[in-house]
């Protein structure tokens, strides 16, 4: 058996926690490979709206298996707050979700440390979630991190030796905190955490794929945020893309089967960097109402425009894209006229590949493409879609080479459409 990867190909947001919500009946394992709770996969289904963060999106669907992978970052506090709302609202866990021991955990000083870095850059800010996801990856990579592991032995010594490096550096910053409250939340986070199955997930994902198992692999935030591929440095601190799976879950690059890459029929992006297609006009502003771009973690309004093909394009080459599925395409119902960014124009040549940096200086290069003037969200079939929305499929399959092979209609489970596409 191999694994299928579904990923977001743009800024985040793009609606994966629906998608895997919708795959997840095919499927006997949904795994999360990257990320941590800066994620908010938004899923609508029978009137109920849940945003999840840590938790894998397969956790709804019966009794599959889901695995919180090594390549995650967990915060206690924000996953006992995640998991008891659902448990509250009827869904087990206990005996659906399994955690990493290779995870690393976010210590109540890394969410300090996350705060004091991004006040001391000032303009220059990120714009980070301030979930400390960055202070944590940091650590993992510099060699000082605490995994979930580590709470199974000598602890305390090991935590008390994290934080106190943690509070040199704070104090170097000269930045004024109180860990009280968020400690006592931590610890009781940890104590939470010892309740759920700690596995080594390598072992036990290649496990499950040898008994036959079919397994998905979720993917958090986008494509242009991949710390190695996005738009440096206003990007995440983890490997968004396909072989992020790879490394996250401890899979070889030979278990990959189909990739799945979500696009929206426009674009997005939260906080600071790039965007070359962003509207400033009323346009923009129609979208983010229609579309109620408003981050799911956050609350902070979500910066939008039209659809950029040039970095699709990109995003579906560095991850061996097979199929590509089309979000939120009712939110263009109302408009005349769709636009593309088929190209940019940099220092006054037009060139049609992803540059090593777009901070300044890209325009656009668009064309037009007649709007729909129709109300999808009642659709429940690719036979009833208007001429002019088929045209703009065909368009982004011709420019993007690459089948569309589900269509969103609308935030529900059930405004889903998967087309009958020729093989």
């Not at 229609?290 to 609350?299: D, F, I, Q, R, S």
Request: aromatic content about 8%.
């Amino acid at each position: 058996m191999k694994v299928d990867v579904l990923l977001g190909l743009q800024w985040g947001d793009e609606g994966k926690g629906k998608v895997v919500d919708v795959l997840t009946p095919r499927y006997d394992v949904v795994a999360r490979f990257q990320g941590g709770p800066n994620a908010g996969h938004t899923l609508e289904f029978e009137g109920q709206k849940y945003v999840l963060r840590s938790i894998p999106s397969g956790i709804f669907q019966g009794n599959k298996v889901n695995i919180i992978g090594n390549g995650v970052v967990l915060d206690p506090s924000l996953f006992k707050a995640e998991a008891e709302a659902l448990e509250a609202s009827g869904h087990p866990l206990k005996e659906r979700l399994h955690i990493s021991k290779k995870a690393h955990l976010i210590l109540p000083t890394h969410r300090i440390l996350d705060a004091a870095y991004e006040a001391a850059k000032g303009a220059a800010k990120v714009g980070t979630t301030g979930k400390g996801i960055g202070p944590t990856y940091t650590d993992k990579v510099s060699r000082n991190g605490l995994r979930v592991g580590d709470i199974l032995h000598n602890f305390e010594a090991k935590y008390a030796a994290a934080k106190a490096r943690h509070e040199q550096i704070l104090k170097s910053l000269n930045y004024e905190y109180d860990i009280t409250e968020l400690e006592k939340q931590w610890m009781e986070g940890i104590e939470y955490l010892r309740t759920f199955p700690l596995v080594d997930s390598e072992h036990e994902i290649n496990g499950l794929l040898k008994e036959g198992k079919s397994v998905l692999c979720e993917g958090a935030q986008g494509t242009m945020l991949d710390v190695d591929f996005g738009s440096y440095p206003f990007v995440t601190s983890s490997n968004t893309i396909c072989a992020g799976a790879c490394t996250g879950l401890g899979l070889g690059p030979n278990k990959i089967g189909e990739v799945y890459g979500i696009m929206k029929a426009y674009c997005t992006r939260v906080g600071s960097g790039p965007f070359p297609t962003e509207l400033f006009d009323e346009t923009g502003k129609t979208i983010r109402d229609l579309g109620h771009e408003y981050g799911a973690v956050t609350g902070r309004e979500r910066r939008c425009g039209w659809i950029d093909l040039v970095a699709l394009r990109y995003s579906i080459m560095v991850n061996g894209v097979t199929q590509l599925i089309l979000m939120k395409s009712d939110v263009l119902d109302g408009f005349d006229t769709i636009k593309a960014c088929v190209a940019y124009k940099v220092n006054g040549e037009e060139i049609d590949y992803f540059p090593y940096d777009i901070t300044e200086g890209v325009e656009p290069v668009y064309v037009e493409l007649p709007g729909w003037k129709t109300d999808m969200t009642k659709m429940t079939s690719e036979d009833e879609f208007p001429e002019e929305f088929n045209a703009y499929i065909s368009f982004l399959e011709e420019q993007l080479e690459t089948p569309i092979k589900i269509v969103s209609v609308g935030p529900d489970r059930a405004q889903t459409i998967e087309r009958y596409t020729e093989e």
